[in-house]
């Protein structure tokens, strides 16, 4: 057991990611994680490797000490999160990186297997705990007259997420992947970089700072690679931070309820 833990790479909510064998890393679920779950993983991991997009290659299901484990290529070089907090001075390139990976991504699909982004948005505004059912009405009211689109999406791009190898940025955890709108996938980018910056505010507003320019940043690149859209990207903000309440962040309630209420007025 302490020989295992001395192999652990990183630590998540559902998993630990182990190294394994050569080139590869084992993240290993928590054995209360549900084995379905794994499967779809898994089956979701392979459908979008084979859009030779830049993901990990993917293995088949192990078993390790009655835990189930799914095997992915291993990747060196440090999280682009890791970077921009290590070298400031490299944010317009990793904003530019950042916008350049979701514009390729969303250029690829649809892709066999992925849900549809819509009907996971409408599930989790039904569900957000401090939604009324009246902003939750409004909300899918507006959701529904969007345009919906079938163009891959992350749903949970962000820089630490990518990772930045010898061979280039790679894209890694797309467990929220969904068919649906490009601009539905920015604004949730968005919105969970500007949690991060709500959280900072008060404590570390020199940190709240980088995190806007880079939000910014980010979005400026976007939009430059995939023009128009803009007036279409705000209709969405108000939406997605609706659905992120269903994950119970408490830190982060008041404020994408006030998104919300900002958007809905």
């Known amino acids: 057991m302490n020989d295992r833990k001395q192999k652990v790479l990183a630590l998540g909510r559902t ?36 859009a030779e997009l830049p993901v990990p290659g993917v293995g088949e299901i192990v078993e390790l000490d009655g835990r189930l484990g799914l095997p992915y290529e291993r990747l060196y070089g440090p999280s682009m999160e890791a970077q921009l907090l290590s070298e400031p001075g490299r944010l317009a390139e990793n904003a530019q990186i950042l916008a350049e990976l979701q514009a390729t991504i969303h250029a690829s699909g649809p892709v066999p297997g992925v849900p549809r982004q819509q009907e996971k948005l409408k599930r989790k505004i039904r569900e957000a705990r401090g939604l009324s059912q009246g902003q939750a009405n409004k909300l899918i009211e507006a959701l529904e007259a969007l345009p919906d689109g079938d163009r891959l999406c992350h749903g949970d791009l962000h820089p630490a997420n990518v990772v930045l190898t010898a061979n280039g940025p790679v894209v890694i955890d797309w467990i929220d992947a969904t068919l649906g709108n490009p601009l539905a996938d920015v604004a949730r980018s968005a919105i969970i970089m500007g949690g991060t910056e ?25 939009f430059e690679k995939r023009p128009g859209g803009a007036a279409e990207y705000d209709a969405w ?8 309440m269903d994950e119970g962040i408490e830190d982060l309630q008041d ?11």
Request: glycine share 6%; proline share 4%.
């Open 255 to 265: 404020w994408l309820l006030a998104q919300v209420e900002k958007g809905l007025r």
């Open 15 to 50: 998993a630990e990611m182990l190294a394994w064998k050569d080139g590869w890393a084992l993240k290993l679920f928590f054995d209360w994680f549900p084995a379905e779950g794994v499967r779809y993983e898994a089956r979701l991991a392979r459908a979008i490797h084979a």
């Open 198 to 222: 709500a959280r900072a505010a008060h404590d570390d507003p020199a940190l709240a700072g980088f995190v806007r320019q880079f939000l910014e940043a980010y979005e400026a690149y976007y």
């Open 237 to 244: 903000w108000p939406i997605i931070a609706g659905a992120r």
